[in-house]
């Protein structure tokens, strides 16, 4: 059995398959790819995933993508390797269904939204200090049209309305999830699951130093104190040890928990 995993920083979608990889133990390859050199987008990587994104799963050969995917793969594939305190799924389907339930929250109300506020701040001075002529040059290569459209606008910059309807979306789901906190002890119930990890890699973790403005500390003690048994457990540390090779500068986005 192999196993390789073509992942960035330790953030995000790259943070998001990582966690259940080290909470299960299992002996992988890590694979780094270097988004500041764009190589998600080169021949090589696109061969691997044609829609040139990481992370990427690579089982014997066989490619699964896409975090959501990658994580419930992982549960099927490895049923047995699992935390001390449980599994990563659960096993009932009430559990298995409330998992699910938060975890199409975060990948269609959360994670976009986050990600627009990472972008720009970070993705928007990448993009702009690169040469007209050479960035048209590296969009002709982005295979997915949305992400090619989200590249020229983190280069444009990102309209200060969609930027407030993010953060609005932001402020709900913080709310949300603080309110879910006050009747079980993790999102999906009473045990650690995959919503747990997908909450904490696109939103949780960065929350409170990326908005100060929401005053998070105040306004979700329950999260705060969920974010820190999270980045407690052994797994997320190591984790969240990976590379990291984002200017300083730069890591408003990624230099939250490490
Ligand atoms: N739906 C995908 C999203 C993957 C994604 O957005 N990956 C980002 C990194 S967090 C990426 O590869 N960005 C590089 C680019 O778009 O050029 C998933 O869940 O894996």
């Known amino acids: 059995m192999a196993l390789a995993y073509y992942h960035a920083e330790p953030v995000a979608n790259s943070l998001k398959s990582m966690i259940p990889l080290k909470e299960k133990g299992l002996d992988f390859t890590s694979r780094y790819v270097d988004l500041h050199k764009f190589e998600q987008h080169q021949p090589w990587f696109v061969a691997i995933n044609p829609e040139g994104q990481v992370p990427v799963l690579d089982h014997d050969g066989t490619i699964i993508t896409h975090t959501t995917v990658i994580n419930e793969y992982l ?4 049923p047995d390797a699992q935390p001390a305190d449980g599994p990563l799924r659960p096993r009932d389907a009430v559990g298995a269904a409330r998992m699910r339930y938060w975890n199409k929250f975060v990948d269609e109300h959360v994670m976009n939204h986050v990600s627009m506020h990472g972008w720009h701040r970070m993705i928007g001075i990448i993009a702009r200090n690169i040469e007209n002529g050479e960035f048209e040059k590296l969009l002709e290569n982005i295979p997915l049209p949305d992400q090619r459209k989200k590249w020229a606008t983190a280069r444009s910059g990102f ?15 913080v709310d ?3 309110r ?15 919503a747990d990890i997908n909450f904490y890699a696109h939103c949780g973790m960065m929350v409170e130093r990326m908005f100060p403005e929401l005053e998070i500390a105040a306004r979700a003690p329950r999260l705060v104190a969920w974010r820190d048994r999270m980045t407690a457990r052994p797994a997320v540390a190591a984790a969240l040890a990976g590379e990291d090779r984002t200017a300083p500068g730069l890591r408003t986005w990624t230099g939250h928990a490490r």
């Open 75 to 78: 549960e099927d594939a490895f």
């Open 159 to 173: 309209s200060e309305s969609d930027l407030a309807n993010a953060m609005d979306k932001i402020a709900y789901a």
């Open 176 to 178: 949300k999830v603080e």
């Open 180 to 194: 879910q906190l006050g009747e079980t002890e993790w999102l999906a119930g009473d045990s650690y699951t995959l």
